[in-house]
T-cell receptor, first 110, second 113 residues
């Protein structure tokens, strides 16, 4: 079973920042936090991952709390095409299996 | 196009048929995975191959038989399936097992009639 906790759904206005929270209170020291998203009926798409430090790439930013028990994925300017299910996953290190939970359905509204 | 190609995209098969799903990647990755996604359920990991060796079989029924002839190709052989096996079957690859971001294919939508 997935070890992360995410809200089942969120809404965001187009052009605004979308902040998606995730709790991973049982994450071990060498496990990363990965974020993926899945647009309807397509394969999941890798977004970003991090261990301790905040990370940013062309898609999103990842903010990890100092105690590593939670993180937030930030889409700085959400568009309609960002409507998808977003998954937060612990993995890597000694745990090589990425176990997907139910994720958060983000709906970006015009 | 993600770099992971799955064929066919759609498959309808009877319960007595034998069919195979194919996955191909030319990303230079050494790990490949099969996932199953049933309607309104999370993705379920089925099999993991790392450097052509199976490292994970997540209690998958024997009517599903994986094959990994090399690091670029992965097959899922299907026989005597049940209607509840209807699902989206997704293939993924990564540089090595679990370390780097996975790249997923677009999946095969399987319907068992």
């Amino acid at each position: 079973d997935a070890k992360t906790t995410q809200p089942p759904s969120m809404d965001c206005a187009e052009g605004r920042a979308a902040n998606l929270p995730c709790n991973h209170s049982t994450i071990s020291g060498n496990e990363y936090v990965y974020w993926y998203r899945q647009i309807h009926s397509q394969g999941p798409q890798y977004i970003i991952h991090g261990l301790k430090n905040n990370e940013t790439n062309e898609m999103a930013s990842l903010i990890i709390t100092e105690d590593r028990k939670s993180s937030t994925l930030i889409l700085p300017h959400a568009t309609l095409r960002d409507t998808a299910v977003y998954y937060c996953i612990e993995g890597g290190g000694s745990n090589y299996k990425l176990t997907f939970g139910k994720g958060t359905l983000l709906t970006v509204n015009p | 196009e993600t770099g992971v190609t799955q064929t066919p995209r759609h498959l309808v098969m009877g319960m007595t048929n034998k069919k195979s799903l194919k996955c191909e990647q030319h990303l230079g990755h050494n790990a490949m995975y099969w996932y199953k996604q049933s309607a309104k359920k999370p993705l379920e990991l089925m099999f993991v191959y790392n450097f052509k060796e199976q490292t994970e079989n997540n209690s998958v029924p024997s009517r599903f038989s994986p094959e990994c002839p090399n690091s670029s190709h992965l097959f899922l052989h299907l026989h005597t399936l049940q209607p509840e096996d209807s699902a989206l079957y997704l293939c993924a690859s990564s540089r090595t097992a679990g370390v780097w971001g996975y790249t997923f294919g677009s999946g095969t939508r399987l319907t068992v009639v």
